[in-house]
Structure formats: C-alpha cells, structure tokens
C-alpha cells in the first residue's frame, strides 16, 4: 500500500541499520516518546536489530497509560449515571478505575459506546436531545483539535446535552520532567511525529538547548523510526543536541496552525496529573472558562470514595523508563492484558502489552 | 374466530408477530408461504418432527453454530449466508463433505418480513451453492427488544472423506501452513457497515463455502494433517489454538501473508491488524511440508482460491507458539487477542 510499504520495506530498514552501526562509537541511550513507536519497535523486532550500543527506553507518550485514576474514576461514575451516553474512543474501555472499567460498566448496563471521532459524539447528542452525551477527551496534543472542534461544533449548534470530560496531556512538559529526574539516563529523544504535525517543533528547541540532548521528530512505521535513530546517534557522536524532523512528509516545523488555533480557543494550559508519574506543572489541557458549559466534572459531582492505584503496579518507574516491563514482579502472572493491574497493560500502545503480546518467546518457547 | 388465527396471507409490508411462533395458523402460514417454498426438499416436504435421511456409506461429522451477527445485511452477504457457509465450513473443516443441515430461526417481534424473505432467499441460494439440504428446522419468535432481527442456528451432518485422521494432534515440525485467500474481509465488511464509520469501503465478505477446494485436495492426494476455519478472532487465534493443542512452535512470515490494500487500508485506520479479523470463506490448511507447493498449485488452480499462499511453518515442539518474522527481519510472538479489538485513540 502507498505511503505504507516503503516505511516497512526490509531493504531501506536494512540501510539505516548499516548507516547506524557505521556511525556508533559507544553506547547511547534513546527514548521514544510515543506508544505508537514503542509498539512498532516491538512489533518489529527493532531493538534486536540495532547494534548493542543503543539502549532504546520507552517513554510516556500512551495517553491510555497516563490517563490518571481518578479521572478513569470520574469517567465511570459519569457512565452509570441514569440516562447519561458516555462515548470514548475504544481502547480507553478496558483501562480499570479503582473498582472497575468501562467495558464491565457497560455490561452491568451503562450506555458506553465506542466512537471513532468526537464528531460522532456530537451526532450522537444531536440524535437523542432528551439525553445527556458526555465523550472522554483524552489525549496528547494529537487529539486536542478534533476534541476542540467537537466542543466548537457543539456550541455553534447550542446544544446543552452534550459535554467533555477532559484528560488531555502535553509532550514538552513531560520531557522536561523526565529529563529533570536525577535518575535520569536519556541521552537523545524521538520525539512524537503526530504530536508535532500539530504542534510543530518551537517548543522543543529550548528543551534541546538546555538539557543539551538531541530531539528528533519521528515517525512511527519502522523505517521511519530508524531514520530517527539514526539522526539522533549522528547528534550524539558529533556532539551536537539540535531539533530535527525526520518525519518530513508530515511535520513542519510551525506545525498545523489551523489546528493549533482550534486547540487555543477552546482549551489552556493546566496542571495535570500523570498516572503513575504524579502531578506535572502546565501539562495538560482544560477547558478555558467560555467552554465551562460543556465541562462534564462541572456538570457531575465528584465520586466520593478517593483512588488507589494497585501498590503492586511499577507504571511509574516503567513510564519514565527506569523499568522495562519484565522487570516488575507481577507482570504476565497477576498483571496481564485480560487483567491489567495497571494502564500500561491495557493499551496496545502500553509498554507492558507490547512487551507481554511481543516478546514472551523465551518464557513460552520452552516446551511444558 | 379468535384475531391470533385470522389467515391472512403475509403481504410485503408486514411484520412478524408473536404470533408466528405461536403454533397456529400463522406459523404454518410462516412455513409453508416463506420457508418451504425457498428451501423444499423431499427430506424437508413433509414437515415431520424431523428428517429421516439416507447417507453414504462412511464416518458422519456432525457440527453446530449460531448466528447474531449486526447488520443482518453487509456487502458480499448476510445472516443467511454466513449461517449456511459457517456450518457447512465448519464440517469441510473435519474433511467431510457436507450433506445436511438443520435451521433454527428465532426471529423478533416486528421483523419485517422482507427482510425474513431476504434472509430465507440468502439461506436457499447458499445451500445451493454448497450442495446441502436443509431437512428439519423449527421457528420461534421472541418479544420485541429481545432478538436482533432474527438469530439463526444451523446444524450440519456431511460423509468424512479425508484418508487419514485430521486434526492439532497430527500437526508436527516440517509440517507446511497454507491460508486458501486474502484473510481479513468478513470482518472489516462488517464493521465498515456498522454504525460510526464515517467513511464508505469496496471491501466485501469473503463468506462462500470452502468445502469444494478441500475436497480438491483431498482428491489431489496431499497428506492433510489439520484444517481450521480462521473466523472469529482470525488466523492469529486459529494457529495459537493449534500451536497449544499440538505442542508445536508456529512460525509466520508477514510478507507471505494475503491482504488486499483495501483491508489493510481499512485496519491502518482503525487500528487493528488483520492476523486477527476474521474470515468466513477461507481455510487454514496444515500439510506435510513435502506437499506443500502442490496444495498451494491445487489450489490456486480454483477461481474461488486464486490468493492461496504458505502463510507459515510448523518449527519445532513447544508449549505452543506462534511467531511471526517480519519483513525487516525481526521475530515477534503472535498472542491470542485478549478481549475484542478496540480501535487506538492516535
């Protein structure tokens, strides 16, 4: 398929994995920012592919993963409120709350339904104006526009059943806040190419310059994502920590400024807390106060019971790349994709679903 | 003259009523104005308690399946044909041939009978191309807001004629795995007409019968060791459950695999992947690894199987695994889907 087999194809991959061991003196550790790559480093075996040198971590760029408990909480109790349409995009379905999803939700007889785009959400309420919709805004800056048009379209109809409940989350913050860490070990970023079709590249640079690590805008099908590493190494090796877009067919540097406006006029910047990472300044997204009438944790009142996270679950550690998955003591026993202790198992874009549906070779190879 | 028994024929703008599951003169009328003439047969004619039926001489495979799939109607069939094609497949799957088939309707209140005569019409027309009989059947109606249009349930009986015993069990290390088409069609036809698609799809159902291209190799005589359907939950789970069963590490190679660019556009966007959508009109055939260029030429040599392919390998004993090598060149595992699929945020 066009713009699909030539970022898959086995000779170019081949290319940059030449190009890569050329230029590696010593060893470097990379992280991707986004779940997307994680899953196609795994999918495709990338990692094993690479030279020994590179060390490639896998960072928080899931927003099913780092979607925080209380809001799944929020979500829940919202869905089970009689008479309430709760629509969410499918995969944040399975992720568990403090009791329970949104799957078991709606088999206990919650009407959730799955869309594909939050203009169906706003269909969907202008179909049933004797019923409250409320959609699930979750989300890196990748999904800010749609969601902010949703809201946008809303209003211009004067619909009043229909709201938002916002758990959107930003890239650059969250940078800083890993590269911060005193434990930090990332030395070169590929940084989300989606998120910057958005938002461009400005804010990395003064990232890049202060922390003196390279930022490489990345793409997500392996070649692309090899292309990426590659740039980062050659920073590395000669010293250099500069923004560059190795995703070119799709990101510019001043991003897409329609969208970037939509996201303005309707969302500001937040505090936002991280599951598993706590609570990181301006790293989210929320409603400005002219869209207060379609903020659904204004319209619903706070479940009173406070969430606990499962104290077994290391997302944290995992989502900062201090862990690999493997690592944790109850991951693919009491952790796994039918029960996920944690986020990070749910997604197919979590780092624990990817290394539990992709790398149990070793474990399982073994005859029984 | 009680309303329930009042004999007026169903006309095209009419629905069901409880009624027709009532025993009376509706329901006779449901059968023998609707069902019988679309599906007569001398088995079926008499309309007995049941069908008292000659078989040929051998061993009986008997199988059964429901069907509830939404929408009744998708591009490339519909409940009907799935409910013929799904049993008589399931059958070709034991190495049979198909001879018989039951069908159970359960039809909701306020069904419109155009739509039950389409179904009929689709359930006739399959068992045709499949060369089967529907002999017995039994219908019943359930309240309003308590069906989904109409639930079908079929039966089936066919006369083995695999030479030797088939099944997860015989499959061993050598052993060659060949798909009988594309995979992936059955289900992205569905979900591209269900609600909440916002765009519009060329891609239709793979669903036909797949019972003529095993006899094909049968007749050929490739040593057969196993044959799967790969329907719900598609090839991926199909090869874990024979991986398990076996004992056995199965090794795909994903540039060997059959997918049209329209179904792997179809799950680009939603985020699936096609390992695990399903089929309903192919067949997943493990054969000695010696036969496996002829079955593939068997089988290609069929209009109804021109995208055959050897999708993988049976590698080595195991605890039962099924990986995939890349086309870059990396190896993943290949785990049964957890749940359903859901469609990715970004």
Request: proline residues 7%; contains cysteine; aromatic residues 6%.
């Amino acid at each position: 398929m066009k713009y699909l087999e030539e970022y898959r194809d086995g000779a170019a991959a081949q290319d940059y994995l030449a190009a890569i061991r050329k230029l590696v003196t010593r060893p470097w550790t990379l992280m991707e920012v986004c779940g997307g790559q994680t899953h196609s480093i795994v999918r495709y075996g990338l990692d094993e592919l690479l030279p020994s040198e590179i060390t490639l971590i896998h960072g928080p760029g899931c927003p099913v993963c780092v979607t925080p408990i209380h809001l799944i909480d929020r979500a829940l109790a919202i869905a089970q409120t009689p008479g309430v349409i709760f629509a969410s995009f499918g995969d944040m379905l399975r992720v568990p709350g403090s009791s329970t999803d949104l799957l078991r939700a709606r088999a206990a007889g919650a009407d959730v339904r799955i869309v594909y785009s939050p203009l169906d959400a706003v269909a969907i309420a202008e179909a049933n104006p004797g019923r409250q919709v409320v959609f699930f805004a979750v989300g890196f800056e990748t999904t800010a526009p749609a969601n902010a048009m949703a809201v946008l379209l809303a209003s211009r109809k004067g619909l009043t059943n229909f709201s938002v409940l916002v758990a959107h989350v930003r890239v650059p913050p969250a940078i800083e806040a890993i590269l911060s860490s005193p434990f930090c070990k990332v030395q070169g970023f590929l940084a989300a190419g989606h998120v910057c079709t958005v938002m461009g590249t400005d804010e990395y640079h003064a990232l890049a310059a202060r922390y003196r690590v390279p930022i490489v805008v990345t793409g997500f099908e392996p070649v692309d994502i090899l292309h990426g590493v590659a740039k980062v190494v050659r920073q590395l090796e000669e010293g250099r920590h500069e923004v560059e877009i190795a995703y070119g067919r799709s990101v510019r540097p001043e991003g897409n400024r329609p969208a970037q406006q939509a996201v303005d006029e309707v969302f500001e910047i937040v505090h936002r807390t991280w599951r598993g990472l706590g609570e990181i300044p301006a790293s989210g997204l929320g409603l400005r106060a002219a869209f207060a009438a379609f903020d659904a944790e204004q319209r619903y009142p706070e479940p009173g019971a406070p969430a606990a996270e499962s104290p077994d679950c290391i997302a944290g550690l995992v989502l900062q790349g201090l862990k690999k998955p493997q690592e944790c003591g109850v991951f693919g026993t009491r952790c796994t994709p039918e029960h996920p202790l944690g986020a990070p198992m749910v997604s197919s874009e979590g780092a624990c679903a990817a290394y539990y549906l992709y790398r149990r070779r070793a474990a399982a190879a073994a005859p029984s | 003259m009680s309303g329930v028994e009042c004999p007026v024929p169903l006309g095209p703008g009419e629905h069901i009523l409880l009624a027709h599951g009532g025993g009376g003169r509706l329901t006779r009328d449901l059968i023998e104005k609707e069902l019988l003439p679309a599906l007569r047969n001398p088995a079926l004619e008499p309309l007995a308690d049941g069908a008292v039926l000659d078989v040929p001489p051998g061993r009986l495979a008997f199988t059964t399946d429901s069907f509830v799939v939404q929408p009744l109607f998708f591009p490339g069939g519909d409940i009907g044909t799935l409910a013929v094609n799904g049993t008589v497949n399931d059958l070709a799957m034991c190495g049979a041939e198909p001879l018989y088939l039951s069908l159970g309707l359960i039809l909701e209140e306020g069904l419109a009978v155009a739509d039950l005569r389409r179904v009929v019409a689709s359930i006739a027309q399959a068992a045709r191309v499949a060369r089967v009989h529907v002999v017995t059947g039994d219908t019943k109606v359930v309240e309003r807001g308590k069906g989904d249009g109409v639930f079908v349930h079929t039966s089936g009986v066919g006369v083995v004629r695999a030479k030797g015993p088939l099944g997860a069990k015989e499959v061993r290390p050598g052993d060659a795995v060949l798909v009988s088409g594309p995979i992936g069609q059955h289900g992205v036809a569905v979900m591209a007409v269900r609600d909440g698609l916002a765009f519009s799809s060329p891609i239709r159902s793979d669903c036909a019968p797949v019972a003529d291209a095993v006899m094909a190799l049968i007749d050929a005589g490739v040593t057969l060791r196993c044959l799967r359907d790969p329907t719900r939950g598609g090839v991926a789970s199909a090869l874990n459950e024979i991986a398990a069963q076996a004992a056995v590490e199965i090794e795909l190679q994903e540039p060997a695999l059959p997918v049209t660019d329209e179904v792997a556009g179809v799950c680009e966007v939603l985020g699936l992947d096609p390992l695990y959508v399903a089929c309903e009109g192919r067949f997943l055939a493990f054969v000695a690894g010696e036969d496996a260029e002829r079955a593939v030429e068997v089988l290609r040599g069929r209009e109804d199987c021109r995208g055959a392919a050897r999708i993988a390998t049976v590698k080595r004993a195991s605890a039962g695994l099924v990986t995939v090598r890349t086309g870059i060149g990396g190896v993943r595992v290949v785990d049964m889907l957890s749940g359903e699929q859901l469609p990715r945020i970004c």
